[in-house]
């Protein structure tokens, strides 16, 4: 069991982990093929209308998973979070005096730490990236604008 969100009267309640939606790398990949695959459904910029994501979540049950099934707003906020996290990636992997690799992140020596330092202040997010890359990159990169 594990704690979850305030409940109306205050107190936190405590929830089971089949009661939350669960995505684990697999169930990302899963959802990064399905769009991949659909992806002229989007338009330009990538932004899918409601059917489409009835049809996600619809894939997504086909595939089994931890905590409860991915609804079609888990769906929707999931792309959203990895959009998010591929624009940070991809600025890490495209600032100048920066080098990015999926195995090692942003690869950082004692040659480039303060330029790291500085990256970081402007781009919190991608504190995590130092050492760390992202499987999901290279399968993003041709598909988000």
């Keep these: 069991m594990s704690w979850g969100r305030k409940s109306a009267r205050g107190g936190a309640e405590l929830t089971e982990a089949r009661d939350r939606c669960v995505w684990t790398e697999a169930d990302e990949t899963v959802l990064i093929q399905y769009v991949t695959t659909n992806c002229s459904q989007g338009g330009d910029g990538m932004n899918f209308d409601h059917t489409f994501w009835v049809a996600a979540a619809a894939e997504m049950e086909k595939h089994p998973c931890l905590g409860t099934s991915k609804i079609v707003a888990a769906c929707q906020s999931k ?67």
Excluded at 79 to 107: I, P, Q
Excluded at 119 to 141: C, I, M, S, T
């Design 79 to 145: 792309w959203g979070r990895l959009r998010g996290t591929f624009n940070v990636v991809d600025k890490v992997a495209n600032a100048s005096g920066l080098s990015y690799s999926m195995e090692h992140g942003a690869s950082i020596t004692p040659e480039s730490e303060n330029m790291w330092t500085d990256f970081v202040k402007k781009n919190p997010k991608a504190k995590g990236l130092r050492d760390k890359g992202w499987k999901h990159y290279e399968a993003l990169k041709g598909l988000i604008p």
